[in-house]
T-cell receptor, first 113, second 116 residues
Framework: RKEVEQDPGPFNVPEGATVAFNCTYS??????FFWYRQDCRKEPKLLMS???SGNEDGRFTAQLNRASQYISLLIRDSKLSDSATYLC??????????????FGTGTLLAVQP | GAGVSQSPRYKVTKRGQDVALRCDPI?????LYWYRQALGQGPEFLTY????????KSGLPNDRFSAERPEGSISTLTIQRTEQRDSAMYRC??????????????FGPGTRLLVL
């Protein structure tokens, strides 16, 4: 079983739609969680960190459920510019133990006009 | 300011040759990471440094792979006796070295390695 699992998609949605991505992780010792975005032929970039209390940044909302080892990303009012691969990322360590990021395979989102 | 830079951007080599991939992190960044990314996959951790110290090399696939960061700035990932299965995008990232585990890693454009 992979340490971080995501549905690879693709998700094809019309502009204005709401889309949700899910991710599960296997290591209960994981401490930090992120969503990264990667555009075609570009490097990954941090989209947002994910906290247990849930966090929102404009049209993007991230949630973490530690008990279920489950992470989600919700995108509201999708824009054409949201088309990209969304990578679920887990860091096992905290407090200097390690900065080893474990990436999921990514979920491809294609927003259609 | 300048982001993470990597060189060369593309490298084609013959099987059995050694290659050296260079990463120049964001100025002042303490931590530096190497990842490998295959098509259609997320980046796969290889190794990371705090300053010049290699903190974790658990992701290096075998002893043909090595990395160094002798002065705590530029890093080199070396692959000896390359094999076709080594073909991939090699990405470097750096971070400020603040609150470990929470800091943002900034990725470079990558080096596309093709082993013939």
């Amino acid at each position: 079983r992979k340490e971080v699992e995501q549905d690879p998609g693709p998700f094809n949605v019309p502009e204005g739609a709401t889309v949700a991505f899910n991710c599960t992780y296997s290591n209960s010792a994981s401490q930090s969680f992120f969503w990264y975005r990667q555009d075609c032929r570009k490097e990954p970039k941090l989209l947002m960190s994910v906290y247990s209390s849930g966090n929102e940044d404009g049209r993007f909302t991230a949630q973490l459920n530690r008990a279920s080892q489950y992470i989600s990303l919700l995108i509201r009012d999708s824009k054409l510019s949201d088309s990209a691969t969304y990578l679920c990322v887990v860091n096992k360590g905290y407090g200097g133990a390690t900065n080893k990021l474990i990436f999921g395979t990514g979920t491809l989102l294609a927003v259609q006009p | 300011g300048a982001g993470v830079s990597q060189s060369p951007r593309y490298k084609v080599t013959k099987r059995g040759q050694d290659v050296a991939l260079r990463c120049d992190p964001i100025s002042g960044h303490v931590s530096l990471y190497w990842y490998r990314q295959a098509l259609g996959q997320g980046p796969e951790f290889l190794t990371y440094f705090n300053y010049e110290a290699q903190q974790d090399k658990s992701g290096l696939p075998n002893d043909r792979f090595s990395a160094e960061r002798p002065e705590g700035s530029i890093s080199t990932l070396t692959i000896q006796r390359t094999e076709q299965r080594d073909s991939a995008m090699y990405r470097c990232a750096s971070s400020s070295g603040g609150l470990a585990g929470q800091e943002t890693q900034y990725f470079g454009p990558g080096t596309r390695l093709l082993v013939l």
